[in-house]
């Protein structure tokens, strides 16, 4: 009898989940998602798509940043030149991050060495401090957009796309 009972509970709170808690993918594609998800979103967006952020920062009122522990990602918001839209999505670094095997479609993962991302992006690659940044426009003009690569200890241990939505 309460076999019966549980099961129907259990489908009906599946269903409450968001899809991307259902559907989890861990496919990075440069200058558009991580993990399944773009940039440009308002946090009304996100947290329809996502589902309640584990911490959210506030910046005068306004939504700074969102993290979802559960999927090792952060959003970020520009609250100075275009309110509510996200500017940079990326995997959290942290103790589970390490364990789930986000790459990219070129084969990078967490924990790649940098002679992998090398070889992978070849000179697209500009070298600043430990991070591989690929400009797609010119480097911090309007409307351009990078795919940043760090490493800690020589290996790959965070992923972000980022936008710019005004040049400064």
């Not at 099961?7 to 709170?13: E, Y």
């Not at 990075?28 to 993990?35: G, I, S």
């Not at 700074?64 to 100075?80: G, I, K, M, P």
């Amino acid at each position: 009898m309460r076999l019966r009972i549980v099961l129907p509970l259990a489908a009906a709170a599946l269903a409450l989940l968001p899809a991307a808690a259902l559907a989890r993918t861990t496919k990075v594609v440069p200058f558009k998602t991580v993990e399944g998800v773009p940039l440009k979103l308002t946090p009304a967006q996100y947290r329809k798509r996502l589902g309640k952020p584990s911490h959210v920062i506030h910046v005068d009122g306004k939504v700074a940043e969102y993290d979802f522990a559960r999927l090792d990602l952060s959003v970020q918001f520009d609250v100075d030149h275009h309110p509510d839209r996200a500017d940079f999505v990326g995997v959290v670094v942290g103790t589970f991050t390490r364990k789930i095997r986000f790459h990219t479609v070129h084969g990078i993962h967490i924990g790649s060495s940098k002679a992998a991302v090398k070889r992978a992006f070849g000179k697209r690659c500009r070298w600043n401090v430990g991070q591989c940044n690929i400009w797609k426009g010119a480097p911090g003009a309007l409307n351009s957009s990078s795919f940043n690569i760090t490493f800690f200890h020589g290996k790959v241990d965070q992923f972000n796309n980022q936008y710019v939505f005004k040049d400064f």
